[in-house]
T-cell receptor
């Protein structure tokens, strides 16, 4: 079974803090993705990576950055957390566009 | 532009009723892929089905069935004899074939999701 794990299920941070969300997959997938999920908006793509050290902006990259130093690990970084970044963050991995993505359990981040 | 619309925000049914979740998509490409995911209260999205644009055969898997119609750009999902365990948020998603020379990354465009509540 494909396994995608995320470092935390729940996280509470203060405004202005630097936040790291970690994601690890064990299926040797080339592609990894970070989404945020908000009520009424579905899932929106923040960043994705199609290879080690490669990254591309998704639909809502502002306020975020990413790092992919190893194939299995994809990190999402909030340089200076703000309250409008309070959300559910979902990581996913996949082979290519013809195949399904596998999702982690999500991290519910609250910024106060 | 690619877009996925799930017009039903919330649906509530009583156990054993049949229910259909609608999904309408927009794309300019001839090659694309459609997906359905289930998100139970635990939060983790679970893959249900993948369909490519050249395969219009309907599919049935147990109580689940999918109706893909290119003529109306729809990919609807029906649960027969619903059960309480079917209560979840269901997402329809679209992925396009960017072709050779592109980063064929499998970006998914998600609909807004439909919350299904099945009451006992």
């Amino acid at each position: 079974d494909v396994k995608v794990t995320q470092s935390s299920r729940y996280l509470v941070k203060r405004t202005g803090e630097k936040v790291f969300l970690e994601c690890v997959q064990d299926m040797d997938h080339e592609n990894m993705f970070w989404y945020r999920q908000d009520p009424g908006l579905g899932l929106r793509l923040i960043y994705f990576s199609y290879d080690v050290k490669m990254k591309e902006k998704g639909d809502i990259p502002e306020g975020y950055s990413v790092s992919r130093e190893k194939k299995e690990r994809f990190s999402l970084i909030l340089e200076s957390a703000s309250t409008n970044q309070t959300s559910m963050y979902l990581c996913a991995s996949g082979r290519d566009n013809s195949y399904e993505q596998y999702f982690g359990p999500g991290t519910r981040l609250t910024v106060t | 532009a690619q877009k996925v619309t799930q017009a039903q925000t919330e649906i509530s049914v009583v156990e054993k009723e049949d229910v259909t979740l609608d999904c309408v998509y927009e794309t300019r490409d001839t090659t694309y892929y459609l997906f359905w995911y289930k998100q139970p209260p635990s939060g983790e999205l679970v893959f249900l089905i993948r369909r490519n644009s050249f395969d219009e055969q309907n599919e049935i898997s147990g109580r689940y069935s999918w109706n893909f119609q290119k003529s109306t750009s729809s990919f609807n999902f029906t649960i027969t004899a619903s059960q309480v365990v079917d209560s979840a948020v269901y997402f329809c998603a679209l992925s396009e074939d960017l072709g050779a020379g592109s980063s064929n990354t499998g970006k998914l465009i998600f609909g807004q999701g439909t919350t299904l509540q099945v009451k006992p």
